[in-house]
């Protein structure tokens, strides 16, 4: 009796990369697990709003001052953030853009990001942001100019 030879066996199917992988999980949660951390964060920022919107930042004594206004006479980038999220809470955004510009457009790349990142949990779809850090470079290049124009008499414009 002769020994039948064996068959040869297939090579071992490769694993999926770690990113296909953790998409692939992603998309077998629950929807409710899915939703949790955009709808956290989504209800995060809007009791902030809602704070800063119940609470004006217009009247002393609510809101500290900020210490850079405070000890040099300079606004900072974020000067006037309280005051325009408190317009943008209110619907004015002629008055949130006034206060500070800047923070009027961080508003909307926030409420644009966390709305793509919900839309993403509904389809299943894990949500990775990876900016360049030539992003990052642009984004606080762009801060500093503000800082410095609304600082200077042409720029008054930009000055809360």
Sequence with gaps: MTAEPTPPHAPPAAPPPPGLREAEEFRRRPLGRRLLAPLAALAGAGAAFACVGAVDPNEPGHYPVCPLLRFTGLYCPGCGGLRSAHAVAHGDLVTALGANALA????AVCAVLMAVWLVHA???????????????????????????????????ALAP
């Design 122 to 156: 509904v389809r299943g779809r894990p949500t990775r942001i990876a900016p360049k850090p030539s992003w990052g470079w642009a984004i606080g290049a762009l801060t500093a100019f503000f800082a410095v124009i609304r600082n200077l008499p042409f720029g008054s």
């Design 104 to 107: 009027v457009a961080g508003y």
